[in-house]
């Protein structure tokens, strides 16, 4: 091969490296972290839709249907097991920084566009939650593919509006679509006057993509009788969550962008993102407000129109950690900032002379050096635990006995011993009583045994939540007690409805 076919595939190798790694990685947490609650969600969400249950109406599902199917699909490729569900959301993940990678080479040359993934790949290395953010991300960044396509064509604004469909059932968030009404609107503007009937066709055929996908999905949902149900869960439990959105919250999600004083440089990282993005939104936004249509027409390109789209989403991205602002939020939302960044200081760098330009570099290779020192084994705002380097090579963690969901799963002795005992406990009832209800936020627990019926939706259980998405819940499960049909598993003595049956205790009333 020669010299010059390698440099020019050099970046494409990279980028592969760190998505093939990221994928290995998300394994790997999939096996060694011990959130229950989360993890156990969308498990158990995958699994019973898996058993035929109707999606809304028998499974709780908060943040999208097209999740739960493709990781319900995950089980039947990898196994029916928890770590399917982290495989396939690792799968996706690297699937957004290569696809991220496909969207930066339209605003800068190879090398740039892969330094801009392995900055994407440093600052959140692996999947921490097998959650909706990233399949929805995924979907976005195709759509976007096809919005910035050259040259346009109806068939690709059709298939954005497809994929943009898939974004909002993988997630059911309407933020992403702001900006790309502000892309619409940014080429209109520019667009001749001949060609300004053919813009709308194109964004009429977005709408027929978008509307298809979801038309279909909701017409599924009315013949299984759940579209109340879905308006619960997608939209009404949004009230479960307005404590959250408090002046005082707003405030320090403004404080977290502005003053990101923390010990990990990734969210300093996503403030310099933030307004890096917004110079240029409002750079390109000035220009059109200023009404000066005629020059706008003459400077604006297909560059500017990238970069508009780009920066757009990224700020409208940080609405997704409005209520809690975190790493693996922004990175599935405002992660195309990098590009942005890396764009900016390749503007920069061109204003210096060489040896400034050096000075200029510094600091950026010591960025990297940072992200990749502090990649694994260190707690940072990227990890939900950081993995203990001890324990991954030695024989302490071991799976639990004879259960298959945590099949893969490694634990030390004391949580593995906790599981299998109480898998061993809940099962000792199976043919003495008919249901099981789970007061506790370990979502495993209900699934632990196959033997009963569950009247729970949610493999958990919050008072709070029930009485707005399922009001009848309490009467059925206080109905159970009093006729003495339910197991109950609680994570403390006090506060239990009188007629139960505890497990894992030695009271049994």
Not at 157 to 178: D, E, K, T, W
Not at 190 to 216: C, P, Q, W, Y
Not at 440 to 462: A, G, H
Request: charged share 15%.
């Amino acid at each position: 091969m020669k010299k010059r076919q390698l440099t020019t595939i050099l970046p494409d190798i990279l980028v592969a490296i760190c998505c093939i790694t990221s994928i290995g990685f998300s394994i790997i947490e999939s096996r060694v972290n011990t959130d229950a609650h989360h993890w156990g969600l969308m498990y158990a969400n995958a699994a019973d839709l898996n058993r035929g249950l109707i999606p809304y109406k028998e499974i709780f599902i908060q943040y999208g249907y097209l999740t739960t199917l493709i990781q319900s699909l995950s089980l039947n490729i990898f196994g029916n097991t928890v770590v399917s569900v982290g495989i396939i959301t690792g799968v996706f993940y690297s699937a957004n920084i290569y696809l991220s990678y496909c969207l930066w080479r339209k605003i800068l040359n190879k090398w740039p566009s892969a330094l801009s993934s392995v900055l994407m790949f440093l600052v959140h290395g692996y999947i921490i939650y097998p959650w909706s953010n990233y399949f929805s991300y995924t979907f976005f960044l195709i759509s976007l593919l096809f919005l910035t396509a050259l040259p346009q064509k109806r068939y690709q604004y059709l298939l954005a509006g497809v994929f943009f469909a898939l974004s909002f059932l993988a997630r059911q968030s309407i933020f992403p679509l702001a900006p790309i009404y502000l892309y619409f609107l940014l080429i209109y503007i520019a667009s001749e006057e001949d060609k300004r009937k053919l813009h709308i066709i194109n964004i009429g055929m977005f709408h027929v993509g978008m509307v298809g996908i979801v038309g279909t999905f909701l017409l599924y949902i009315f013949r299984e009788s759940a579209f109340e149900d879905w308006i619960n869960q997608s939209f009404v439990i949004k009230e479960f969550y307005k404590g959250f959105l408090t002046p005082k919250v707003l405030l320090n999600f403004l404080r977290s962008i502005t003053l990101p004083f923390t010990s990990d440089g990734r969210l300093s990282l996503y403030s310099l993102v933030f307004f890096n993005a917004l110079v240029i939104f409002s750079r390109i936004g000035f220009l059109v407000g200023s009404k000066k249509i005629k020059e706008f027409k003459e400077q604006v390109r297909d560059l500017d129109n990238a970069l508009f789209l780009f920066s757009s989403v990224t700020l409208f991205g940080y609405l997704q950690s409005l209520h809690i602002y975190e790493i693996f939020r922004l990175q599935s939302s405002s992660s195309l900032g990098f590009g942005l960044l890396i764009f900016s200081l390749c503007k920069l760098s061109k204003r210096f002379e060489q040896w400034q330009r050096i000075a200029l570099v510094v600091p950026f290779v010591s960025l990297f050096l940072y992200l990749f020192q502090t990649l694994l084994f260190h707690q940072t705002s990227s990890v939900y635990n950081p993995w203990n380097s001890a324990l991954l090579v030695t024989h302490e963690l071991k799976q639990p006995e004879n259960i298959e969901m945590l099949r893969n799963k490694m634990y030390d002795e004391k949580t593995r011993i906790y599981y299998q005992t109480l898998a061993k406990t809940i099962s000792s009832y199976d043919c003495k009583l008919e249901y099981l209800v789970n007061f506790t936020k370990n979502s495993y627990v209900p699934l632990l045994s196959k033997s009963f019926e569950r009247v729970q939706r949610s493999p958990f259980y919050d008072g709070s939540l029930s009485n707005i998405v399922f009001k009848d819940e309490q009467d059925k499960i206080s109905q159970l007690f009093i006729q003495g049909k339910a197991i109950l598993i609680t994570p403390e003595i006090t506060g239990i409805p009188e007629n139960y049956r505890l497990s894992g205790n030695e009271a049994d009333k």
